[in-house]
């Protein structure tokens, strides 16, 4: 969690103050939990909406950035074949992307009928 209060913390100048990384935190957890508008978020915090606009994916990324290699490990090539479950080799389709577009072209459309 230190990591990430570092990367998202910005140091105050003579002109204005930052906001600090507990209240960043708290609007991008408050926009991922709800899906509520910038605007609204921005409302809710008096915050400024092109800030919350660049708050957001920031703070996101610094948390993506600081926390996947913790708890996303990407598994490896052996990993992802033993986890199928047998999924692709007992399904009726198998692994064939063509699949759907014939399926799809089985339809037919009906004649269209005269307007006059």
């Given at each position: 969690m230190l990591?990430?209060?570092k990367r998202i913390s910005y140091q105050d100048s003579n002109y204005r103050r930052s906001i600090p990384a507990e209240e960043r935190l708290s609007i991008c957890l408050r926009f991922l939990a709800t899906g509520d508008s910038y605007r609204t978020i921005a409302?809710?915090?008096r915050a400024g909406i092109s800030t919350v606009s660049m708050l957001i994916?920031?703070?996101v990324a610094a948390i993506w950035d600081c926390l996947v290699e913790e708890f996303m490990a990407v598994p490896g090539a052996e990993e992802w074949r033993s986890s199928d479950g047998?999924?692709?080799?007992?399904s009726a389709f198998g692994n064939d992307c063509q699949t759907p577009l014939r399926l799809h072209?089985?339809?037919r459309r009906g004649k269209r009928e005269s307007r006059n």
């Open positions: 990591r990430l209060k409302g809710s915090f994916p920031d703070v047998g999924i692709v080799s007992n072209s089985n339809f």
